[in-house]
């Protein structure tokens, strides 16, 4: 089992991202909400967390606050972009103006 397959993520709306913790370590993706639009920013995982999946496990837990939320998603992070790549599941969350060739 994966560190990751344990981690719980949440919106730390304070500091506009989604965070996880997990062995010590902090874990999370930047945001910008605006009206109807969240753009995901920024992935950052720590060095010793890496390998484990929690890009895209943030990435699972944004798209699933933005379903929730009837939010559109405007992808800037390459780390979301190719987690949606391999879920196409999330892309009518997509905002029509983002495409995920521009992401990477």
């Known amino acids: 089992m994966k560190p990751s397959d344990h981690a719980h993520a949440w919106d730390n709306f304070g500091e506009s991202r989604f965070e996880t913790e997990i062995l010590g370590h902090s874990a999370y993706l930047k945001y910008h909400k605006e009206d109807s639009i969240i753009s995901l920013l920024h992935t950052e995982v720590p060095e010793e967390l890496r390998g484990y999946g929690l ?23 390459p780390a979301v972009g190719r987690f949606l790549r391999k879920h196409l599941e999330y892309a009518d969350l997509i905002e029509r ?8």
């Open 55 to 77: 890009a895209n496990s943030l990435s699972r837990f944004a798209l699933e606050y933005a379903r929730a939320a009837g939010l559109k998603v405007r992808i800037i992070c």
């Open 97 to 104: 103006a983002t495409s995920l060739d521009a992401v990477d």
